[in-house]
Every structure is written in structure tokens, then in C-alpha cells.
């Protein structure tokens, strides 16, 4: 027989994290799904312990069929000892192990159908023993058809990997754990001592190893006994979705494990129901309509655990329970978190100590605390401190080091015992005393057998500023192979690895198909080299980025990809801060147009969201981190279109996007009704942090930002059909309701038969005079551009040339093809050139050599040529005519569907989409209630000959669902019998096109590609 796993030469180390990941999937899967043998191997059995403890914890979770019980496991210890979960030990072992035999030898002996058999290690088993899992192991159809799974513990020695006829057999090789064994003793004294203060916390910096450290400190506390562990929360990188601290699951989970051990506590509902009908004189108030709210209660949740602490405490056998431990990771992270709730834990932590005020000599509650952080929170200033800096941090690291360097075997090649000790030592001197930039450090040399050379390597600042350096090492390899395909697939992979990265939670396979390839709101669209369907997802698993994402499982349609931990996401976004800022230093540089953070925020809002009419609608089932996400990435987007000086265009579609979101109440009633969430959870908490957020945003005046300048919108019921014959005349409306029934004035319209009217402006095209704000010109004068070759620059160079206005003077003198000059508003301008109203200069763009990459550069030019003439734009100014991009009637085209996609929730919200058009183009349209006439540019009529101003109505319309803005054409009685005499009787019906008709299409490539056409 032949392995079917591959070869522990062959097998990548995976971390702790990688290889709970993968547990979790295989135990979850089906068992028609997943292979019926897996292999954990490491070379010492103590790093493969914890990851079999776990296993068994998931199996014993795995949701049950109906009420009944779940599948059995039982585990074989290398001592020969035998644990399982329910009844005698030995006897479930025994019936699994004869299940295991009848299914291997197809017989049927009354065994339990189903279970999971998990071998410590398999050389340390009784050879009968041993054979038998073996032997079964063999038979992966027969164990399969049984529902039983074999998790099998094995040294890396070829010899001792058990032989399997099922492809699907995975062989996951543990990277090597380095127990800190001062640190777990130390903790697990305090544990054990009464008098030793109820609250421990752990600090120091990102990527010290906090989280391992906890994590080995439950697994201890668990494996010695004398202590229970009832809750725990780990911002482990392998979950799939990032774990949430609320009270209720708190409360929850330490008085589930009480009633475990007898303790039951009357439930008490940890809510407070609130009925109540708001009315004024008017009638109801506008607003959150809520005949029941529920308000989930801090205090009383609380009030159940400390109920459940002291019944506890009053049975325990002399008055002196078993400790009892909780264990919550990353506090600072947590307070970061819009879903995360605090308060319960520090309410938990007060009751404590006044407890212990109150009366010092009484029996304590034996509870323990242990907690980790950056640092120490204002909160917990009389805590004792677990410090993980310092000389002692730096010699854990050498030690890890060196047990990764001479015991693992991955590396290239085989390390002797000096080199492997000069090796740490290098590593703990880079690493700054940090395990996961050791951790790096050591991944890097296994990959290329060499670490960041002492001349140019200086410690690690922290964890984020290593990761940075790393990444663009990454880059730099590709850029400068040669290969053209694999530079390209770089920047593919910046591209991934910046959307991972753009929210914490991560995003699913059809979130990033729908950004991938779409463009800004601003019409610009994204540098994509390959498309989302061609593999791409393959090939960046198969990169050099993998070990920084986290990939769900192909046939797992909500699992998330997210970045592995905060300090890469921080590399990512381009920040060493605790927040990553759009408009921070970004490492990744430079950035291709369209992909910048803040243009991938921006797309994030435009193709998630509905707040530009262009995305998705707000869905509390599968656009929860939409619903989540929205204000927060808002808030994001402002900081980085106010510093470091602000932007006034940037600034104002945020503010626009701002008050979308705020005046529509579907928002706010759907994060605050469905809050519940085991993965990501909503909640009027979520939205009470996000909003603080934005209100001490530094340079923003959230109080400036008016909603509903005209009072909140009034529902309004459809308007009824208006005969044909007391329709008004096109462009006059009388009678409009707040006018007095007086006429407004007609805007001019071009007559039937005339010639097309002309744009105003440039004309599509045709070359534009450069700006600084125009994004090519950006990018030329910031030295953005990098090429291979100087051909590759001076071709992109001569393809810019033919988009601008180049001066012939200028250019008549030089002669120079690949010298151009032009002129550039906004170039090379000094504070006093900008006081004495200097609007530019004169620019001679060329190629150079930047560090092995060609750019495009410009240089100013010194001449007395008179700068061209180009009309200002006055402030403010609007096309005269929406188009077909228009965010509002582009929602309108895709809602004559029937059913349409997105119906607006009342009538108030679609008046409220009439009335922008209105405040937007107040000399094309008339508004009415319900009603607006309105004049559209149709750019698809123009290149027919005909007429491009189509004259509309937009009326709103009840529908299954909602309400819609239906769109017909509005003509005149004799425009309509021509058409009808011309074109057949269905076409001359009164009234014009069927109402739902709607005539043309979008012109260019959205609205702001059709606005330039004006």
C-alpha cells in the first residue's frame, strides 16, 4: 500500500490557528462530504494535544438532528487511558472500535451508526491496538457508509503515518507550539490562590503572543483540573467570522455551564418590553413605527449570572467553590468592535469587588478573570499585570526559535546546531521580542533560506511596520522578475488583499465578485487584470499571500476571507496605527488608479449599499455587513477626504451618502430589530458607536449636516390617473399644490423637427485641458506610474497625449514626440502664485528611471508663452439635464420590472428620490405632489439623429411590496396622433409610450461619464 497523504518533507507547517480551521470544517462537513480519516502530525505530541482536545469539544457542538443526541467520539490517550463523552469511557470506546471493525468488515454488530474516534498517537497504542485503527483506516468507503471518522495523532516519520485508500485523506502538519512555561505556571498559581486578586491581565504589544499564551493557559487549566473554565473568548484568526463579547452570551454561557454541575438558576429575561403609541396634534409621529421594543437589559443579564455565582458559592462543600475561570482576549480590540458590549464584563467585575468591600472575610465567589490587552485600561487600574516585554519576552522568542529551526525539518535544507543558534539569535534580535514577527521571520527563511540581511535588517518597530517591509519585499520579487504575467498578478493581489482587509469581518465570494470589477461612484472604473470567475480565487491561494488570508472552504457560500490578524490588515490599509485610515501612509505603493483605500471604500458603498441608488438594498439576512458597515466606512471615507487638507468634493458626497443613510429609517429599524446574529450581530449598540465616531470625528461638524430641511417627508397616497384631456400642457403644470394654482414659468424645450440641440461643454471625445484633480494627471505629476520597460512608459505616455490639449507653440519649438508640452491647471503652484490668482503653468512630461521602474514625469516649464484661455466653471454648476446615469433614474429603469427589484418602503421615500431630481435640476422639472415633469438628455437618441431631450412624467405608483417611480413619456395630443398614423394604432394610445415604457438608454458609462457630455 501507498500513502495517500503526501510526504511529511512535502507537507507545509500549518499554525495552531490553520489547523483548527481546518478540524472545524471536516468535523462540520457532512458525512458524505468529508474525507473519513484525517491525520494531525508534529513532531512532538504535546503541540498536537490541545488541536485533539478542541476536536472533540466541536463534535460534541455539531448541531444535532431534531432533540436527539448527538453522535458518540471517544479518544485513546498515549498512556492508554480512554475518554468519551457520555456513559463509561471504556465502554464507548469499545462499542466505537467495534463499529470501527464491523464497518471495515462489513458486517453488522450492533454498534452505534456514527462517531468519531480520536488516537492521541499512534505509535504509543498496544500494537493489537494500533493495528485495528490501521486496518480501519484502510476501509475509507466502509467507514464512510458507517458515518464513523478517524482522527488519527502521528509522529512526522514516513513509517509511522497510517495508510489510507481515500484520496480525500489529509495529512495536516502542526507547527511546533513553544510552550512559556513561567508565564502558564504563573497564572496557573494565581488560578489556584484565593488571596491573589480576582482579575489577571495580560499586556503587550500586537503580536506578542497574548492569544496563544491564553490559549495555552485553558488548555492547561482544562488538562490539570482543580479549576473550570466556563467561558472564553479568543480572537482566534482561524475562526471563520471574528467571535463578539456581548453580555447576554456571557451570562449565558457561564450559567449553561453551571447547570451543567447542578447549579440552576430561575431564568429571568434579560429584557425590558416597552408598548407605546407616540401622537401629536398632527396625527403619528413620522419615524420608527414600533407597537413592541424590546430593550436587552445589561443589569438584570447581570443579575442572573451573580444570582447563579452565589448559589454556586453557597453549595460548594465548605464554602469554597472550584475556581471558576472566564477568559476574554483583546480588550482593546473589543472596545473597537460597534457590536461589542463591555459593559456586562465590568459590571461583573464591580460586583466583585464590592463584594469584597463590603465584607473582606466572607467566602469569596471563586471566580477568576483573565483578561488581555495592548495595554491597561483605565478600568482595571488595580489589577495585577501579566507584562509579556522585557528580556524575558526576547529569550522566549530565541528559545522558539530555536526549537522551529532544529526540530521542524521543513526548512531548506538541514540546519546544524551552531547555525540553527546563530539563526535564533537573528531572529530574536529582528523580531523585537515579537512571536508573530518571529513567526514571519521564520516562514520567510523556510520559503527562501535566507532572513533580512544585518547590514539592512533593524528590529521590527512593531508587528504592522514588519509586515509592511514584508509585503513589499513580496512586491518588489515580482516587479522586477521580468515577467510581465507575474507582475500584473501582483497587483492582483494587492487588489485581494486590500478588500479582504477593508472591514474586519471580511468579505464572501459574492461581495467580492460584486467590487472586484465594479466602478467608484464616480464612474472610475477598476484595475482589473483578471476577472473574479477565471480563477483568480485558485490563484491567490496557491501565492505568496495565502499565509496572510484566511479562505473559506469552496462549497461554504458565507464564509469570509478575511486578513489573518489586525496587525496585517494594518500593513495592508497602509498604517501602524491602532485604526486603519483611508487616508493614511499606504505601504503598498504605489496604488493604480481606481484602487486606492479610499476608492475601494467608496466602491464598497456604491455596490453594497443603496445610499448612490446603484447597490443593493438593505437585507438584514444577507446584507448584514452592509447594515453594519455602512456608517462606520462612511466615516472613514470623511476622515480621508478632510485630512490632511480637505476636499471639498470628496467631503460633500460623503456628506450627501451621510444624509441618505440618516433620514432613511429602513436603516436604523433594521439594525436595531435584528440585532441577534451568531456571526455578525447588529443592534442599537452598533449603531450608538458607530454614531460617536462620527460626532468626534476631528474636523467634521456633525451639526451642520441638516436632515430633512423641509420637515420629515409626509406620506403621501399615489396621485390618481389624469385624464388625458385635462392633462396640462407639457412643461406647464397649473393647480400644484403650495404654488396658489399659479403657472411656473416654461423652460425652454426644443421644438418637434428641430435640429439635435448641442451639448454644452466638451464634446465626448475630444481632447480636455489637464487638471492636477483629473486622476491621470495626478498620477503623472505625483510620479505614481511604474513600467518595466522605457517602450512600455513612452507608449502609456503617448496614449495620455492624445486624451489632453497639448501646446503647439511650445511644442513647435522642442520638436519632441516623447517631450510633449501642455498646459496643467493646478501644476507646480506656490502659495503666492495661488494669492496672486495664478492658475497653473506650462509642463513637459517625459520618461525616467526610478530604481530599476520607468515613470512618467513633468517638469515645469519657464516660458513666456500666455497660458491658454479656459472658460471657469461657475460654482455650483449643473448640467441643465439629468441623464439615464443618474443615480434616482437609474433605480427608476430597473423598477419597471415586474415584480420590480427594490420597491421604495412608503411613498414618502420615493418623494423624497423626486424631490432630489427636482433640487438638482430645478429648470428642467416641474414637481407636484407624487408627481415631477421632468426633461432627460438621452445621449443613444443624439447618435440617432433624433431628438436627445426626452420629456418625461415620474409618477409614484403602488406595487407588490411597495411603492415605485413609474416613468412615461409626456407628448402632446397631435405629437402622439402622428406617431400613432406613422407607426400603427398601438403607438398612437392617448396618453403616449405604456406607462413603464421607458424610452432610451443610459448614455456612456454612468452618470458621472454622461455629466461630461454637457
Known amino acids: 500500500m501507498t500513502h495517500t497523504g503526501t510526504t511529511h518533507t512535502a507537507m507545509r507547517p500549518l499554525s495552531r490557528s490553520a489547523v483548527l480551521h481546518r478540524l472545524r470544517d471536516w468535523l462540520r462537513a457532512g458525512d458524505a462530504e468529508a474525507a473519513p480519516v484525517l491525520v494531525l502530525v508534529s513532531a512532538r505530541p504535546e503541540d498536537r494535544a490541545p488541536s485533539l482536545e478542541a476536536a472533540a469539544r466541536i463534535w460534541h457542538r455539531r448541531p444535532r438532528p431534531g432533540d436527539g443526541p448527538g453522535a458518540p467520539w471517544a479518544r485513546l490517550h498515549?498512556?492508554?487511558?480512554?475518554?468519551?463523552?457520555?456513559?463509561?469511557?471504556?465502554?464507548?470506546?469499545?462499542?466505537?472500535?467495534?463499529?470501527?471493525?464491523?464497518?471495515?468488515?462489513?458486517?453488522?454488530?450492533?454498534?452505534?451508526?456514527?462517531?468519531?474516534?480520536?488516537?492521541?498517537?499512534?505509535?504509543?497504542?498496544?500494537?493489537?491496538?494500533?493495528?485495528?485503527?490501521?486496518?480501519?483506516?484502510?476501509?475509507?468507503?466502509?467507514?464512510?457508509?458507517?458515518?464513523?471518522?478517524?482522527?488519527?495523532?502521528?509522529a512526522p516519520d514516513p513509517d509511522s503515518l497510517p495508510e489510507t485508500d481515500d484520496p480525500r485523506t489529509e495529512f495536516l502538519l502542526h507547527r511546533h507550539v513553544h510552550p512559556r512555561q513561567a508565564r502558564l505556571e504563573r497564572i496557573g498559581r494565581w488560578v489556584r490562590d484565593p488571596g491573589a486578586g480576582d482579575v489577571l491581565l495580560v499586556t503587550g504589544p500586537p503580536g506578542s503572543g497574548k492569544t496563544l499564551l491564553l490559549q495555552q493557559a485553558v488548555d492547561a487549566l482544562t488538562a490539570e483540573g482543580g479549576a473550570e473554565v466556563a467561558f472564553v473568548l479568543l480572537r482566534d484568526s482561524g475562526e471563520k467570522n471574528l467571535p463578539t463579547l456581548t453580555t447576554h452570551r456571557l451570562a449565558e454561557e457561564v450559567t449553561q455551564h453551571l447547570a451543567r454541575h447542578g447549579v440552576r438558576v430561575a431564568p429571568q429575561p434579560p429584557a425590558i418590553e416597552i408598548s407605546q403609541d407616540v401622537r401629536d396634534s398632527s396625527g403619528t409621529v413620522t419615524g420608527v413605527r414600533a407597537d413592541t421594543l424590546i430593550l436587552h437589559g445589561t443589569a438584570p443579564t447581570v443579575d442572573v449570572l451573580m444570582t447563579a455565582l452565589r448559589?454556586?458559592?453557597?453549595?460548594?462543600?465548605?464554602?469554597?467553590?472550584?475556581?471558576?475561570?472566564?477568559?476574554?482576549?483583546?480588550?482593546?480590540?473589543?472596545?473597537?468592535?460597534?457590536?461589542?458590549?463591555?459593559?456586562?464584563?465590568?459590571?461583573?467585575?464591580?460586583?466583585?469587588?464590592?463584594?469584597?468591600?463590603?465584607?473582606?472575610?466572607?467566602?469569596?465567589?471563586?471566580?477568576?478573570?483573565?483578561?488581555?490587552?495592548?495595554?491597561?485600561?483605565?478600568?482595571?487600574?488595580?489589577?495585577?499585570?501579566?507584562?509579556?516585554?522585557?528580556?524575558?519576552?526576547?529569550?522566549?522568542?530565541?528559545?522558539?526559535?530555536?526549537?522551529?529551526?532544529?526540530?521542524?525539518?521543513?526548512?531548506?535544507?538541514?540546519?546544524?546546531?551552531?547555525?540553527?543558534?546563530?539563526?535564533?539569535?537573528?531572529?530574536?534580535?529582528?523580531?523585537?521580542?515579537?512571536?508573530?514577527?518571529?513567526?514571519?521571520?521564520?516562514?520567510?527563511?523556510?520559503?527562501?533560506?535566507?532572513?533580512?540581511?544585518?547590514?539592512?535588517?533593524?528590529?521590527?518597530?512593531?508587528?504592522?511596520?514588519?509586515?509592511?517591509?514584508?509585503?513589499?519585499?513580496?512586491?518588489?520579487?515580482?516587479?522586477?522578475?521580468?515577467?510581465?504575467?507575474?507582475?500584473?498578478?501582483?497587483?492582483?493581489?494587492?487588489?485581494?488583499?486590500?478588500?479582504?482587509?477593508?472591514?474586519?469581518?471580511?468579505?464572501?465570494?459574492?461581495?467580492?465578485?460584486?467590487?472586484?470589477?465594479?466602478?467608484?461612484?464616480?464612474?472610475?472604473?477598476?484595475?482589473?487584470?483578471?476577472?473574479?470567475?477565471?480563477?483568480?480565487?485558485?490563484?491567490i491561494a496557491a501565492g505568496p499571500a495565502r499565509r496572510f488570508l484566511l479562505f473559506p472552504e469552496p462549497s461554504d457560500r458565507g464564509g469570509r476571507f478575511r486578513v489573518l490578524h489586525p496587525t496585517i490588515r494594518q500593513a495592508v490599509l497602509g498604517t501602524t496605527g491602532p485604526e486603519p485610515a483611508a487616508g493614511g501612509h499606504h505601504v503598498l505603493r504605489p496604488r493604480p488608479p481606481g484602487a486606492t483605500v479610499a476608492e475601494e471604500l467608496d466602491r464598497f458603498l456604491s455596490v453594497l449599499t443603496p445610499l448612490d441608488g446603484t447597490g443593493r438594498d438593505w437585507d438584514p439576512e444577507h446584507g448584514r455587513l452592509a447594515l453594519g458597515s455602512a456608517l462606520g466606512v462612511l466615516t472613514r471615507l470623511l476622515a480621508a477626504a478632510l485630512r490632511p487638507q480637505p476636499e471639498p468634493d470628496e467631503v460633500a458626497r460623503a456628506e450627501r451618502r451621510l444624509r441618505r443613510l440618516l433620514e432613511d429609517w429602513r436603516w436604523l429599524e433594521l439594525c436595531v430589530g435584528h440585532a441577534q446574529h451568531p456571526e455578525l450581530p447588529l443592534g442599537l449598540g452598533l449603531v450608538d458607536r458607530q454614531l460617536e465616531e462620527l460626532v468626534t470625528l476631528?474636523?467634521?461638524?456633525?451639526?451642520?449636516?441638516?436632515?430633512?430641511?423641509?420637515?420629515?417627508?409626509?406620506?403621501?397616497?399615489?396621485?390618481?390617473?389624469?385624464?388625458?384631456?385635462?392633462?396640462?400642457?407639457?412643461?406647464?403644470?397649473?393647480?400644484?399644490?403650495?404654488?396658489?394654482?399659479?403657472?411656473?414659468?416654461?423652460?425652454?424645450?426644443?421644438?418637434?423637427?428641430?435640429?439635435?440641440?448641442?451639448?454644452?461643454?466638451?464634446?465626448?471625445?475630444?481632447?480636455?485641458?489637464?487638471?492636477?484633480?483629473?486622476?491621470?494627471?495626478?498620477?503623472?505629476?505625483?510620479?505614481?506610474?511604474?513600467?518595466?520597460?522605457?517602450?512600455?512608459?513612452?507608449?502609456?505616455?503617448?496614449?495620455?497625449?492624445?486624451?489632453?490639449?497639448?501646446?503647439?507653440?511650445?511644442?513647435?519649438?522642442?520638436?519632441?514626440?516623447?517631450r510633449p508640452a501642455l498646459w496643467i491647471t493646478g501644476f507646480a503652484l506656490t502659495p503666492e502664485e495661488e494669492a496672486g490668482g495664478v492658475r497653473g503653468h506650462y509642463a513637459r512630461l517625459g520618461v525616467a528611471d526610478r530604481g530599476g521602474r520607468w515613470t512618467i514625469t513633468a517638469e515645469k516649464v519657464d516660458t513666456d508663452v500666455l497660458p491658454p484661455f479656459q472658460p471657469r466653471p461657475r460654482p455650483g454648476a449643473r448640467p441643465p439635464h439629468p441623464n439615464w446615469g443618474h443615480p434616482v433614474l437609474r433605480r427608476v429603469r430597473r423598477n419597471q420590472r415586474n415584480p420590480p427589484p427594490a420597491p421604495y418602503p412608503s411613498p414618502a421615500h420615493a418623494q423624497r428620490d423626486l424631490d432630489q431630481l427636482h433640487e438638482e435640476f430645478p429648470a428642467t422639472s416641474i414637481p407636484n405632489p407624487g408627481l415631477l415633469y421632468l426633461m432627460v438628455w438621452d445621449g443613444k437618441r443624439r447618435a440617432l439623429g433624433e431628438e436627445p431631450i426626452v420629456k418625461l412624467i415620474l409618477s409614484i405608483e403602488q406595487?407588490?411590496?411597495?411603492?415605485?417611480?413609474?416613468?412615461?413619456?409626456?407628448?402632446?395630443?397631435?405629437?402622439?396622433?402622428?406617431?400613432?398614423?406613422?407607426?400603427?394604432?398601438?403607438?398612437?394610445?392617448?396618453?403616449?409610450?405604456?406607462?413603464?415604457d421607458v424610452p432610451g438608454t443610459p448614455a456612456g458609462g454612468g452618470y458621472g461619464t454622461a455629466r461630461e457630455e454637457f
Open 78 to 154: 498515549a498512556d492508554g487511558t480512554v475518554t468519551a463523552d457520555r456513559g463509561e469511557a471504556r465502554d464507548t470506546a469499545d462499542r466505537l472500535l467495534n463499529s470501527v471493525r464491523a464497518a471495515t468488515a462489513g458486517a453488522d454488530e450492533g454498534g452505534p451508526q456514527g462517531g468519531l474516534l480520536i488516537v492521541d498517537d499512534l505509535d504509543a497504542l498496544p500494537t493489537p491496538l494500533a493495528r485495528r485503527v490501521e486496518r480501519a483506516a484502510r476501509g475509507g468507503a466502509l467507514l464512510s457508509a458507517a458515518g464513523i471518522r478517524l482522527l488519527i495523532g502521528a
Open 698 to 818: 476631528e474636523g467634521f461638524d456633525a451639526a451642520a449636516v441638516l436632515l430633512w430641511p423641509d420637515g420629515p417627508p409626509e406620506p403621501a397616497a399615489p396621485p390618481p390617473a389624469v385624464p388625458s384631456a385635462e392633462r396640462p400642457a407639457t412643461g406647464n403644470t397649473a393647480g400644484a399644490a403650495g404654488n396658489g394654482g399659479a403657472a411656473k414659468p416654461r423652460p425652454p424645450v426644443p421644438r418637434p423637427g428641430a435640429a439635435p440641440a448641442q451639448p454644452r461643454g466638451r464634446r465626448p471625445g475630444t481632447p480636455r485641458y489637464a487638471t492636477t484633480r483629473h486622476p491621470t494627471i495626478a498620477a503623472i505629476v505625483t510620479g505614481s506610474y511604474r513600467f518595466r520597460t522605457r517602450e512600455e512608459a513612452l507608449e502609456t505616455l503617448h496614449a495620455i497625449t492624445r486624451s489632453f490639449v497639448l501646446s503647439r507653440k511650445l511644442n513647435d519649438r522642442e520638436g519632441d514626440p516623447d
Open 311 to 539: 448559589q454556586r458559592a453557597a453549595t460548594a462543600p465548605g464554602g469554597s467553590p472550584a475556581p471558576l475561570v472566564i477568559v476574554v482576549d483583546a480588550l482593546n480590540e473589543l472596545a473597537e468592535e460597534p457590536q461589542a458590549d463591555l459593559t456586562g464584563l465590568r459590571l461583573l467585575l464591580a460586583e466583585l469587588e464590592q463584594r469584597f468591600q463590603q465584607d473582606p472575610g466572607a467566602p469569596g465567589l471563586g471566580v477568576k478573570i483573565l483578561l488581555s490587552s495592548h495595554d491597561r485600561p483605565d478600568w482595571l487600574r488595580g489589577a495585577p499585570v501579566l507584562d509579556l516585554q522585557g528580556g524575558e519576552a526576547e529569550q522566549e522568542v530565541r528559545d522558539y526559535a530555536l526549537a522551529r529551526l532544529s526540530g521542524s525539518g521543513p526548512g531548506p535544507g538541514s540546519v546544524s546546531v551552531g547555525h540553527a543558534k546563530e539563526l535564533a539569535e537573528q531572529v530574536a534580535r529582528l523580531s523585537g521580542g515579537l512571536f508573530i514577527v518571529a513567526s514571519g521571520l521564520l516562514d520567510e527563511w523556510e520559503e527562501t533560506g535566507r532572513l533580512p540581511g544585518p547590514e539592512t535588517g533593524a528590529p521590527a518597530r512593531n508587528a504592522a511596520s514588519y509586515f509592511a517591509d514584508r509585503l513589499d519585499r513580496m512586491r518588489e520579487t515580482a516587479l522586477r522578475s521580468g515577467d510581465p504575467q507575474r507582475a500584473r498578478a501582483w497587483e492582483d493581489t494587492e487588489r485581494f488583499l486590500t478588500l479582504a482587509a477593508l472591514v474586519p469581518q471580511g468579505l464572501t465570494r459574492d461581495e467580492f465578485a460584486a467590487l472586484w470589477a465594479a466602478p467608484t461612484a464616480a464612474g472610475r472604473p477598476a484595475p482589473v487584470y483578471r476577472a473574479w470567475k477565471n480563477g483568480l480565487e485558485q490563484e
Open 959 to 996: 406595487c407588490p411590496g411597495g411603492f415605485v417611480i413609474r416613468a412615461r413619456e409626456n407628448r402632446r395630443p397631435d405629437d402622439q396622433a402622428a406617431d400613432g398614423a406613422a407607426d400603427g394604432p398601438e403607438n398612437g394610445a392617448a396618453g403616449g409610450a405604456a406607462d413603464g
